[in-house]
């Protein structure tokens, strides 16, 4: 009732933290030139630089907005450049020889996809 003798209406005030304010804002152009000059740069990799030239850590997620607030909007999946990677083929290798055969073997441990059911 306060808010309304003080605003004039129900409407919630806006929540959380000031657009721009977060911790990424004074690096924000960090990110947009790195995948400018490398466009087949993955999150991780994007996360990783950023802690070690600016000392920030952050989560991939949080870069990934910050790429979508400037304009971009295309997924970063694995790119073909990657393929080349001994350790990227190493481990889709160790994915499709042992660990996906044993996860077929213990179907009982998968979750399906619509969530937990008894039955």
């Known amino acids: 009732m306060q808010h309304v003798t003080k605003t ?7 929540q ?24 087949d740069i993955t999150m991780p990799d994007f996360a990783r ?6 000392k920030v850590v952050t989560h991939p997620a ?6 979508m607030a400037a304009g971009f909007r295309y997924k970063k999946a694995l790119m073909a450049s990657e393929y080349g990677h001994d350790d990227v083929c190493e481990a889709q290798r160790r994915w499709r020889v042992d660990r996906q055969p ?13 969530g937990l059911s008894k039955g």
Not at 103 to 110: F, I, K, P
């Open 102 to 114: 044993r996860l077929r073997e213990q179907a009982h441990r998968l979750v399906p996809s619509t």
């Open 8 to 14: 004039g209406t129900p409407k919630p005030q806006r």
């Open 16 to 39: 959380g933290r000031p657009s721009g304010a977060g911790k990424l804002a004074e690096y924000a152009a960090l990110p947009i030139r790195w995948v400018e000059a490398t466009p």
């Open 49 to 54: 630089r950023l802690a070690t030239e600016t």
């Open 62 to 67: 949080s870069l990934s907005r910050v790429l």
